[in-house]
């Protein structure tokens, strides 16, 4: 139809059909057909169409009142149309179906007596629609179709089959449920982990209060309540979170080593780690971030403010240096570069979702990732007379929280779907390989750059080729594997939340030492010097150790929980240590060995 410039009230007029087209009104939605024959997404169709356009008839003339938009989506330009697909099921197995679509996906779900496999079922639609479309989930319910008082389908029950579920204990099955229905989350499949069905980690962490709050003796389980939400299949949650206890083991009593020299006040929990860093002028800095959103600037070692940043979102990423500039992730979905010597913005990078991920530099790039599954790389020229520019690609459909690893000819990163992937500067793929598994620990390299490592959350070390991410060595750890790696000296130092401190050599062979730490730990171990190793846990405690036989021989009490690595430096030939801490204060600590 050709639409006409005039109105009526608030009502368009269609005007007439073009000729050897027809038109028929169902339902209050516009069908085009006749004797000419439609062109449908580049495929001609000779069967009516529906448009989608909500139409009202007065007389012999036509007026548009809107479009029918739950009835149609567009993915990549392509229309999708719900009535299609549930009349081509019809057609197929004489059953009902409905269709369910979310941003830039579709959901299919078919309600059959009889046994229908998934696999059966893609292939009979693949007879019949066009390549896009693309059904992102196939649902078989062997139960009629739920529906609300007035005959609609009942969204939130259509995602809440508790069949599925088997847990063993029906209230647990039922408090999960009833933290999933309202949110909407897909229903996971018995075999997945939760993160496998569209929920992050903080949506998990959200899951965990929620449970405790109904079952107060998961707080006690050996292992964490959050971590086995994250790593363990639905079916067997119940059974591993309730025939577990815990063994607390204390921590030796030694020596304080530390004393607090000056400390920044960022408002909020510092759970980013700091960088350490020389400005143009000459003064030794430190950066760091903020729940606050508070980016902050101070000198070494007596914390004096150089400058401070208050961005939109809340800063977990720790920030990076490179030519004058630093850069960092937000949760208000930017990368930010900023001139590091006044804190002023210089290029925001804004991606499709949170960033928690630190950005990495090397040779004037910098590298990070995005919650959206995109990895993104930052130009930062030499002369501040050229800006800084950035391009990105699409890794994978799962967020990326792992830090980039830039070897010389590639770049390692790893998502939470657990897929670990290889690029060129250019950012094109070279090579990818799938564990299934959610990876929040970034990946190390050796010296000579010829073997990555990668630790997945379930505990498993592996050893890959760099060039082809061929496996060499997969080794499983007692714990579960939050924290990064330490590669130094042909050794590997890995952290469990079992609270221990492993020495592997790079054979991955028989571990050289074990530690015990004096709680969980999160952050990163760090090299003070080439025999001592420093660490914080989770409850707030330092602690040294010797990386010659794994002798915990120094602890210090930090005045708050503390998620953040330590970063070391020396001035004037002392040695200082700087952390973030959850009492919201940055803290420059004073070593005396």
């Known amino acids: 139809a050709v639409v ?216 006690s389980s050996h292992n964490s309540l959050l971590e086995t939400l994250l790593v363990c299949p639905v079916n067997k949650l119940w059974y591993t979170l309730s025939t577990q206890t815990i063994t607390p083991t204390e921590p030796p009593d030694m020596t304080k080593k530390l004393s607090v020299f000056s400390r920044a006040n960022l408002s909020l929990c510092v759970d980013s780690s700091a960088v350490i860093f020389t400005n143009r002028s000459c003064q030794l800095c430190y950066c760091v971030g903020s729940h606050a959103g508070k980016l902050l600037c101070a000198t070494l070692p007596d914390s004096t403010l150089v400058w401070s940043r208050v961005l939109t979102g809340r800063i977990e990423s720790s920030p990076c240096f490179t030519r004058g500039y630093v850069c960092v992730g937000c949760y208000d979905r930017n990368i930010y570069l900023l001139d590091a010597d006044n804190g002023a913005i210089v290029l925001t990078v804004t991606t499709g979702d949170q960033v928690k991920c630190s950005p990495t530099p090397r040779q004037g790039f910098i590298y990070c990732g995005s919650h959206d599954g995109s990895l993104y790389k930052i130009t930062c020229p030499r002369s501040r007379d050229t800006e800084p520019v950035y391009c990105s690609i699409a890794v994978d459909d799962k967020p990326i929280s792992a830090s980039p690893l830039p070897l010389t000819s590639s770049i390692i990163l790893c998502t939470l779907s657990g897929k670990v992937a290889s690029h060129s500067h250019n950012l094109q793929q070279l090579a990818s390989k799938s564990f299934h598994t959610p990876i929040f620990s970034s990946p190390v390299a050796l010296e000579d750059e010829t073997h990555v490592f990668v630790a997945l959350v379930s505990g498993q070390l592996i050893k890959l080729l760099s060039k082809d991410l061929t496996i060499q060595q997969t080794i499983t750890t007692p714990g579960l594997i939050y924290s990064n790696l330490l590669l130094h000296q042909h050794k590997l130092y890995v952290v469990t939340h079992d609270c221990v401190l492993t020495c592997y050599p790079e054979s991955l062979t028989t571990p050289e030492w074990s530690c015990q730490t004096p709680d969980k730990v999160s952050s990163t171990p760090t090299l003070v010097d080439a025999r001592t190793l420093v660490l914080t846990s989770s409850n707030g405690v330092m602690c040294f150790v010797d990386c010659s036989d794994g002798q915990c021989f120094a602890r210090f009490p930090l005045p708050g929980q503390s998620f953040s690595s330590p970063c070391v430096c020396t001035v004037s030939g002392q040695v200082y240590i700087v952390t973030g801490c959850r009492d919201n204060f940055c803290y420059v600590l004073k070593y005396s060995p």
């Open 4 to 219: 006409s410039t005039q109105s009526t009230g608030k009502l368009a007029p269609l005007g007439t059909p073009v000729p050897k087209t027809d038109y028929i009104v169902k339902d209050g939605e516009l069908f085009l057909g006749g004797d000419r024959r439609c062109c449908v997404d580049g495929k001609l169709n000779s069967s009516w169409y529906p448009t989608g356009d909500s139409v009202e008839v007065k007389g012999e003339d036509l007026f548009i009142c809107g479009r029918k938009n739950k009835g149609q989506i567009k993915i990549n330009g392509k229309k999708v149309c719900r009535i299609r697909v549930e009349q081509g099921v019809r057609k197929l197995f004489n059953i009902d179906s409905y269709v369910k679509f979310g941003k830039n996906r579709i959901e299919l779900f078919l309600f059959s007596e009889t046994d229908l496999l998934e696999s059966e079922v893609r292939s009979e639609l693949k007879k019949i629609f066009p390549d896009h479309y693309k059904f992102d989930r196939v649902v078989v319910l062997s139960r009629p179709a739920p529906v609300t008082a007035h005959h609609k389908i009942d969204d939130i029950k259509l995602h809440c089959p508790t069949v599925t579920l088997q847990f063993t204990e029906p209230s647990f099955t039922n408090t999960i449920l009833e933290f999933l229905t309202p949110r909407k989350f897909e229903l996971p499949h018995p075999d997945q982990i939760l993160t496998h069905a569209g929920l992050d980690s903080l949506d998990v962490l959200q899951l965990s209060n929620y449970l405790t709050d109904v079952f107060p003796f998961l707080e």
